[in-house]
């Protein structure tokens, strides 16, 4: 997410490879699941505390990012460790018209906000499924679950370019501001196609970057677990979506995090034959 003390911050692009890059951001988004999770009993299970006492340190909210992105009902149903560790730029559920019985994938689930709100959507005849590669954070999001009471939910851990479902398997794919810090979208997208069901749709938040910056000019602004390096133009993120057989692709802007970089929501839908 956006912090100007990233030491990833600078790095011109093309000056990590993809290995590194991702265990950059499986280090960073651990941390933040064990710092959620060393609150596990001390003032995050005391409500009496009120809502600041359980918070991740990283000033995300101000930024764009974080659970304050939630209605104010939505976040009443939610564990208040799940809400610490939301780390998103949007709502993607805002757009997602998830309906009873839908089996959902969250791309990124990190603690499991998204994954727990759609279940409540889709309802005990639905599946949600949260994929994530960082254990520290599946293991968070299972703890979150099991809280929340939520027993149609199921999360994988793998990677999004390599998604461990089925063909044609899922009704919606939603994300919240992870598609960014992939090295390969080109391969998130085409799996994404892959998994949905003919006829499905995809519902993400993400952060997009005006068409004119360049690849450097997006390092500047900030690293990839910033997640402003990784980021798509607009141009980029409507050519790779199309190139992976996606149709009535829309990217709408939402808010400006920082010069030239936007939160927006993506939609796109695979094609019913």
Do not use: W
């Not at 994300?175 to 799996?191: I, Q, Y």
């Not at 979506?241 to 149709?247: E, P, S």
Request: net charge negative; aromatic share 4%; glycine share 10%.
């Amino acid at each position: 997410m956006i912090d100007p003390d990233d030491t990833d911050m600078a790095a011109p692009s093309g000056s990590k490879d993809d290995s590194q890059v991702r265990d950059q951001v499986r280090a960073h988004y651990a941390a933040v699941a064990r710092a959620v999770t060393a609150q596990t009993g001390g003032c995050c299970s005391d409500s009496s505390q009120g809502d600041d006492c359980c918070t991740v340190p990283t000033g995300l909210d101000e930024q764009g990012f974080g659970a304050a992105r939630y209605t104010e009902h939505d976040r009443s149903h939610l564990p208040r460790e799940a809400l610490a560790a939301s780390l998103g730029c949007g709502n993607p559920l805002m757009v997602a018209e998830l309906a009873d019985g839908d089996t959902v994938l969250d791309l990124g689930s990190g603690g499991g906000i998204d994954v727990l709100l759609s279940a409540r959507r889709v309802g005990p005849g639905g599946k949600v499924y949260g994929l994530d590669m960082t254990e520290e954070m599946l293991e968070l999001a299972r703890r979150n679950a099991r809280e929340a009471g939520a027993a149609n939910v199921e999360f994988l851990k793998g990677h999004m370019e390599e998604i461990p479902l089925p063909d044609d398997h899922v009704d919606v794919v939603i994300s919240n501001c992870v598609v960014n810090l992939s090295t390969d979208k080109p391969a998130v997208f085409a799996e994404t196609h892959r998994v949905l069901r003919p006829g499905g749709r995809l519902g993400i938040s993400d952060v997009v970057a005006e068409n004119h910056l360049t690849p450097d000019d997006r390092a500047a602004r900030g690293g990839h677990t910033a997640c402003i390096a990784g980021a798509l133009t607009f141009a980029e993120y409507r050519d790779h979506l199309i190139a992976a057989g996606f149709t009535d692709v829309t990217i709408t802007p939402t808010r400006q995090l920082i010069d030239g970089t936007h939160s927006a929501i993506v939609q796109a839908a695979k094609p019913e034959n």
